[in-house]
Nanobody, 126 residues
Framework: QAQLVESGGGLVQAGGSLRLSCAASGPSFSRSNMGWFRQAPGKEREFVAA????????SYADSVKGRFTISRDNAKNTVYLQMNSLEREDTAVYYC???????????????????WGQGTQVTVSS
């Protein structure tokens, strides 16, 4: 069973940058597609980005395209989310998630992911 631990969240001014990390344990990480999601107060959890098990394919929500970059280091069992040009609307708790049986490619639906981290808060101030 995989365990995911996010880190790197914090308070940043609009226009600034943060890099989130998600450290995974368990034998299936290198074969898992990974995703980042976020949830703002009073809103549903929404898709941010996903990356294939090899790192060769990525997918982004339209709201973050060109600003966020997802990457992974399978040797370190870690997936990253580099967030640039942050906006107040990016304020949310950010979660990483693992899809250990990625037979349908990159997924944007939360229900497609089996394992979840506890989340890390990102707050963007104006």
């Amino acid at each position: 069973q995989a365990q995911l631990v996010e880190s790197g969240g914090g308070l940043v001014q609009a226009g600034g940058s943060l890099r989130l990390s998600c450290a995974a344990s368990g034998p299936s990480f290198s074969r898992s597609n990974m995703g980042w999601f976020r949830q703002a107060p009073g809103k549903e959890r929404e898709f941010v980005a996903a990356i294939s098990w090899s790192g060769g394919s990525t997918s982004y929500a339209d709201s973050v395209k060109g600003r966020f970059t997802i990457s992974r280091d399978n040797a370190k069992n870690t997936v990253y989310l580099q967030m640039n040009s942050l906006e107040r609307e990016d304020t949310a708790v950010y979660y990483c998630a693992a899809d250990p049986a990625p037979v349908f490619g990159l997924r944007s639906r939360p229900g497609a992911y089996t394992y979840w981290g506890q989340g890390t808060q990102v707050t963007v101030s104006s």
